[in-house]
């Protein structure tokens, strides 16, 4: 049950945010904006992509889209509300979820470069369990203030602040090919907390992030819109999937974990197979483990659907042309 203790603490948190959100935005709108606000709801989905220390493509690893790796497509579903005081600004409250992956096996093998993630053969998977607030700017709108006219297709950029839960999980494979995954957190494979590393300190598995990007959106009708949008998540761990810093010297497992746990993680820590290196079998304490440099992150490609509640017109002109053109009740 604990596993999902924090999935569960994170969604009661999401609720209580969004209950809190539109209670006193419905309190304080007409002091804020001298008008009423109209609110959007609605839901959204499609691929999300890792870019971390683990897998990647051909060159040197790195943390942008060149190491991006289609075969772990994951997919993302999503909820949000959206509030609009203005036709040209809007802020969204919003709750994800998603799964994320890397595996060192997978890269193409053009070069020595490649041959050292592959020899050093680690994986992880993990939920991610997201929610953030974020501002949308439709410039647009923004510049076309006095005009009645109001565009069907609005592209948009978005900005905010958000929290996500994530907890990384790597696998070990038995001699009949079947493989088992255990959660690398507690085990503290770079010796995370241990006083004969203080360079290594202990991650948390629920962390801020700042998601950003840009959107296009399309109003099907008065009250239905779909948008396409790229969301990109700046995180300030390098720990989604366990690997950051160096290999340690695998003795003090057994010093600080239980039996059980140490030979999990002597096994987890180091999964080195002897490509460059024939015969190795384990990297000298010391060793560079994964990239010091940046930072894990995750973005997503996703299709949104959206429902405007309450009055749906934004102008006294939009208001006369949908009662000109209102079907007669009697022909």
Same mark, same amino acid.
């Given at each position: 049950m604990k596993p999902n203790l924090p999935k569960l603490v994170g969604k009661s948190l999401i609720a209580l945010l969004i209950c809190f959100f539109v209670h006193t935005t419905s309190n304080a709108q007409a002091l804020l904006f001298g008008e009423k606000v109209k609110w959007e709801v609605g839901f959204n989905f499609g691929p999300s992509f890792f870019l971390g220390d683990l897998g990647g493509n051909s060159g040197k690893g790195t943390n942008n889209l060149k190491d991006m790796n289609f075969e772990?497509?994951?997919?993302?579903?999503?909820?949000?509300? $959206?509030?609009?005081?203005?036709? %040209?600004?809007?802020? @969204?409250?919003?709750?994800?979820?998603?799964?994320?992956?890397?595996?060192?096996?997978?890269?193409?093998? $053009?070069?020595?470069?490649?041959? %050292?993630?592959?020899? @050093?053969?680690?994986d992880f998977k993990t939920n991610v369990l997201e929610g953030y607030l974020a501002i949308e700017i439709f410039p647009t709108m923004l510049f076309n203030?006095?005009?009645?006219?109001?565009?069907?297709?609005r592209p948009y950029a978005l900005g905010g602040i958000g929290v996500f839960h994530f907890n990384p999980q790597g696998s070990l494979t038995d001699a009949a090919g079947n493989k088992s995954w255990y959660y690398l957190h507690p085990l503290r494979l770079e010796g995370q907390g241990m006083p004969e590393y203080p360079y290594s300190k202990p991650y948390k598995l629920t962390q801020m992030n700042i998601p950003f990007g840009a959107g296009l959106k399309y109003f099907a009708s008065d009250r239905i819109n779909v948008s396409m949008e790229l969301l990109y998540r700046k995180t300030f761990t390098d720990y989604i999937d366990d690997v950051s810093q160096r290999y340690i010297d695998p003795s003090y497992y057994s010093k600080y974990l239980t039996t059980q746990e140490a030979t999990l993680a002597y096994k987890l820590?180091?999964?080195?197979?002897?490509?460059?290196?024939?015969?190795m079998t384990r990297y000298p304490a010391g060793t560079q483990r994964g990239d010091l440099k940046d930072s894990d992150t995750y973005f997503s490609l996703v299709v949104k659907a959206g429902i405007r509640l309450g009055p749906i017109y934004e102008s006294s002109f939009?208001?006369?042309?949908?009662?000109?053109?209102r079907c007669p009740a009697v022909y």
């Open positions: 772990f497509t994951k997919f993302m579903k999503g909820v949000f509300v $959206t509030v609009y005081p203005k036709n %040209w600004i809007g802020l @969204r409250l919003a709750a994800d979820y998603t799964y994320l992956e890397g595996d060192d096996g997978i890269i193409n093998t $053009t070069g020595i470069d490649e041959l %050292w993630r592959k020899q @050093r053969n680690l203030r006095n005009s009645e006219y109001e565009p069907r297709l820590s180091d999964k080195a197979k002897g490509i460059i290196w024939p015969g939009a208001r006369r042309a949908a009662r000109q053109t």
